[in-house]
């Protein structure tokens, strides 16, 4: 069979997959469904990279996607995450993300293009470990996080809510802890956030098996004893 008959159908079974799910009734399995299928697609995108989970979902979110909010850094992540490591940055920095932190005003919904990009603080970082620790904190790395929190624990992390006005741009909304007496903000990737991903990635995937004129299923082991 030829490569261009094999790519039809390869896509035309993923794309079938990704609207089965979009027409499920449970958001929690949605989400654990549809990072599964990118997963899978990830395989294509990044061959030669083995037994390396984190390291093909990124290039799939940043290459392969090319999701234009993967290297903002969450404010309100990085605040909580310094709060619980009890980790020390230096002056310049813990000034910049607390005046950061001071536009997050309560009772709004906001969208995370209020984050900065990595690259306009990295310069404030001065030690290896303060660069790290940002780095970290991108949303694409939060994005794998809350990806493995789907695949390995059978939930989402955080207690956000899904009552967004389209459902399809991340968020960060305000929340109260009665029980704790504090207020935080719970950052959101919304179901139909992370379909739309991976219809991205299902086209750029097409497209690059199209140009290169590859097999799809060659990036796949076949014929195992079970």
């Known amino acids: 069979m030829p490569n261009k008959d094999k790519i039809e159908i390869f896509c035309s079974y ?41 390291l093909r979902f990124l290039k799939l979110i940043r290459e392969c996607i090319n999701w234009e909010h993967s290297d903002r850094i969450s404010v309100p992540m990085t605040i909580y995450r310094l709060e619980k490591l009890n980790f020390v940055i230096n002056v310049r920095l813990k000034l910049k993300f607390d005046d950061l932190f001071n536009n997050f005003q309560s009772g709004r919904i906001l969208r995370i293009d209020i984050d900065p990009f990595y690259s306009e603080i990295k310069h404030l970082a001065d030690s ?9 904190l991108r949303h ?7 990806r493995n929190n789907l695949i390995h624990e059978f939930r989402k992390p955080g207690h956000g809510m899904e009552f967004s ?13 009665l029980d704790r007496r504090e207020n935080t903000w719970e950052l959101v990737y919304p179901t139909n956030f992370l379909i739309n991903l991976s219809k991205v990635a299902l086209n750029s995937i097409k497209a690059f098996l199209a140009s290169n004129k590859l097999d799809p299923y060659s990036f796949f082991q076949f014929g195992s004893p079970w």
């Open 14 to 54: 993923f794309h079938d997959r990704i609207k089965e799910i979009d027409g499920l009734n449970n958001p929690l399995y949605q989400k654990i469904l549809i990072v599964i299928l990118m997963d899978t697609l990830s395989r294509v995108w990044t061959e030669g990279v083995e037994n390396k989970n984190k």
């Open 128 to 136: 290896r470990k303060e660069k790290e620790l940002l780095m970290n």
């Open 140 to 146: 694409a790395e939060l994005l794998y996080t809350y």
């Open 165 to 177: 006005d389209d459902n399809e741009s991340p968020y960060y909304h305000g929340m109260t802890d």
